[in-house]
């Protein structure tokens, strides 16, 4: 079992920048790949980022490539997510997610354990 909590998200100007953190519980952290999903309202959970568990890959959706990072840091089961250069269409409830593989996947259902989610808001 591991239980999720993510943290970090805000109100910030278009152009600006914000980091995400989700703290995992449990000894194993680093056997899982972590993910990043988004879904702002009225629209389905979408891939975001993913990284497998000692960080050696990482993986982005095409809209974020370039402007968000993923990382973790397993000594401190936690994983990241850079967001530069954001935009308003980046607006949305981001949750960071665990996969019980060594292996990617973009597919929210993939995923076996979820956080609560954190809002993240771009004004123009």
């Known amino acids: 079992q591991v239980q999720l909590v993510a943290s970090g998200g805000g109100l910030v100007q278009a152009g600006g920048s914000l980091r995400l953190s989700c703290a995992a519980s449990g000894r194993t952290f680093s056997s899982y790949t972590m993910g990043w999903f988004r879904q702002a309202p009225g629209k389905e959970r979408v891939f975001v980022a993913a990284?497998?568990?000692?960080?050696?890959?990482?993986y982005y959706a095409d809209s974020v490539n370039d402007r968000f990072t993923i990382s973790r840091d397993n000594a401190k089961n936690t994983v990241y997510l850079q967001m530069n250069s954001l935009k308003p269409e980046d607006t949305a409830v981001y949750y960071c997610?665990?996969?019980?593989?060594?292996?990617?996947?973009?597919?929210?259902?993939?995923?076996?354990?979820w956080g609560q989610g954190t809002q993240v808001t771009v004004s123009s």
């Open positions: 990284i497998t568990g000692r960080g050696s890959s990482t």
């Open positions: 997610a665990a996969r019980s593989s060594k292996f990617y996947d973009s597919s929210w259902y993939a995923y076996d354990y």
